[in-house]
């Protein structure tokens, strides 16, 4: 025998009845996120990102990345 089990929505609605329109405190509260995130992504904000790619870049070829920079040493020193 296979019981069959009604759940109800888990979920309700946030205007509680009333019209679903946004308050003042809302868009003010979203205002300051809105500002905290443009603070966010300043001047340095892409040499930042810049810095997160050659860290992951760099990161996945541990060995690599020695084995090549070993080699620049190596021809630096002999030219000089």
């Given at each position: 025998m296979i019981q069959v089990v009604q759940?109800?929505?888990a979920w309700s609605t946030a205007s509680f009845g009333d019209a679903a329109d946004t308050s003042p405190v809302e868009l003010s509260v979203l205002g300051q996120h809105?500002?905290?995130?443009?603070r966010a992504h300043g001047r340095w904000f892409?040499?930042?990102c810049v810095a997160d790619r050659?860290?992951?870049f760099?990161?996945?070829?541990?060995v690599t990345t020695l084995v090549v920079a070993a080699l620049w040493?190596?021809?630096i020193a002999?030219?000089?």
């Open positions: 759940q109800q929505a809105l500002d905290s995130c443009k892409a040499v930042q050659m860290n992951g760099i990161a996945a070829r541990v040493i190596g021809l002999m030219w000089s």
